[in-house]
């Protein structure tokens, strides 16, 4: 079975950046097709960005300010934020493409104004 450890996540000002990672474990899963989704406190948890082999998709609320990479040799995703906003406090989290497999603990990031 599969299994997400995120991290990275922490308090940043907002104009500010972090990078999230995300090591997925597992015999046969592989990160060809990820994604990062977060929950903020009282909303469900949303989308953030995926990607599919050469593609990647993003939220209209952070394109332009997050990118989404992985490194296939270490099963390992990344997502490098940037210009992170308040409204970008949230847990985040990463599963696959279409957010099917139990979910990991996830990574807080808290953007103060």
């Known amino acids: 079975q599969v299994q997400f450890v995120e991290s990275g996540g922490g308090l940043v000002q907002a104009g500010g950046s972090l990078r999230l990672s995300c090591a997925a474990s597992g015999s046969t899963f592989r990160i060809s097709e990820i994604g990062w989704y977060r929950q903020a406190p009282g909303k469900q948890r949303e989308l953030v960005a995926r990607v599919s082999g050469n593609r990647a998709d993003y939220a209209d609320s952070v394109l332009g300010r997050f990118t989404i990479s992985r490194d296939n040799a270490k099963n390992t995703v990344y997502l490098q934020m940037n210009s992170l906003k308040p409204e970008d406090t949230a847990v985040y989290y990463c599963?696959?493409?279409?957010?099917?497999?139990?979910w990991g603990q996830g990574t807080q990031v808290t953007v103060s104004s």
């Open positions: 599963n696959d493409y279409f957010g099917t497999r139990p």
